[in-house]
């Protein structure tokens, strides 16, 4: 008995020993991992015929974005003042509805893992519509990476998805359109 635990008490210093990187060698490095981090957006434009009423931003090629990533795009859609006389944005997920006196106005958004479009959609002509809902709107665009989702994040609350981001304002990439 005293062999056998004297054998294994030898084999496990010596593992331990062989371990030891005091005296070996670096090995090759090795790929650089995917980096899980998400970007925001800000995007400023005016829907005109022109742009077909479609603001169109094409991701930087800094940034991966990956099918699997979720894509959310948020409208500026008022501001209020908090107790101190602060400026407080109110945030929208999109899609948004407007009822308005021509008919239905909808602000909306596709994606691919290149770009995304925001545009409005109507069932009236969208010449009629006043300035202020087309004239310098301001969305938030997030790129969230599929493994920071889970059951209890609330996405239609933009200070939510900015905080599993470790997102503030001054990282908010801002991007007037064309």
Known sequence: MKKITLTIAAVFALVLTACSSSDGRDGVDGVDGVNITGSVYEITGNFTPANDYSLYFEFPTTVEVFESDVVLAYILWDQTTDSNGQSVDIWRLLPQTRLLDQGTLLYNYDHTFLDVN??????????????GDTDNQTFR????????????????????????????????????AE
């Not at 925001?118 to 300035?131: G, M």
């Open 141 to 176: 665009v997030v790129i969230l990476p599929s493994e920071l989702i889970n059951g209890k994040l609330d996405t239609t609350n933009i200070n939510d998805v900015m905080g599993i981001l470790d997102t503030t304002e001054e990282d908010v990439v801002r991007v007037v």
């Open 118 to 131: 925001l545009f409005l959609e109507s069932d009236f002509d969208l010449s009629t519509l006043a300035t």
